[in-house]
């Protein structure tokens, strides 16, 4: 909330010129910066509380689930709780950076510009829990905090890069990015393929998720038996 806010305090009022879609055509037009430096800084902040959800809710619970796979619970049942908290959480995150973004921003399209937003706190709370047995917590903490920021706040930022940069659309930010910067500044939905590469994105997370999560809950005599 602090960083949203500060963020908009200090963005001068000026015009900035932003390369957007419309109508299925790249138009150049003009914005007051504040608007522009806004409607992007919820996500950086979003992207970072979920990255963090991701890992504690993963990190926390690890040995317990290994203790619980054990006594014979399912792995399967518990991911399933465990994305449970971590997308509760995300998007609990999101609906408190929203609410503080209204306060000083009006996107053109709010329902489109919020689930822009919860797509980014669900991909980054994914990314979140893979950094768990990368990482450690310490390690963790701080790439939750740099992974968002190098993608959300630099690679796709606007303000950096009127057009989208080579680099961008590598990144687990660029489809969600450039869904919520179409809602927040313009009246039509330009941005089908960037939305369907943000959905992948989610999907093969999830998978990514499921498999390392296995590997490092279930014992390794038991995944065995399980073949």
């Avoid at 960083?3 to 932003?18: E, K, M």
């Avoid at 959480?89 to 929203?98: E, F, G, I, N, Q």
């Avoid at 630099?154 to 080579?166: C, D, F, G, N, R």
């Amino acid at each position: 909330m602090i960083f949203i806010l500060s963020a908009d305090a200090v963005t001068p009022a000026r015009p900035f010129t932003l390369t957007v879609r419309e109508h299925g055509r790249s138009l150049a037009r003009t914005f007051p910066m504040p608007d522009v430096h806004a409607a992007t800084m919820a996500p950086i902040a979003i992207a970072s509380l979920a990255a963090l959800v991701g890992l504690f809710a993963v990190l926390d619970a690890r040995d317990g689930d290994r203790r619980a796979t054990l006594a014979g619970l399912r792995p399967g049942a518990l991911l399933a709780a465990r994305l449970g908290v971590l997308a509760l959480a995300a998007l609990l995150a999101t609906a408190v950076s929203l609410a503080t973004t209204a306060s000083f921003f009006n996107a053109t399209r709010w329902p489109t510009y919020a689930a822009a937003n919860a797509l980014i706190a669900l991909t980054y709370g994914l990314i979140g829990a893979l950094l768990a047995p990368i990482f450690g917590s310490v390690g963790g903490v701080f790439m939750a905090f740099l992974l968002p920021f190098l993608d959300i706040g630099i690679v796709q930022s606007p303000m950096l890069h009127p057009e989208p940069a080579t680099l961008a659309n590598l990144l687990p930010g660029y489809g969600s990015s450039r869904v919520l910067l179409d809602a927040a500044l313009t009246r039509g939905f330009d941005e089908l393929t960037p939305l369907l590469i943000a959905i992948g994105w989610l999907v093969a997370l999830l998978m990514i998720v499921a498999v390392v999560y296995r590997r490092t809950t279930v014992p390794a005599a038991r995944r065995r038996q399980a073949r």
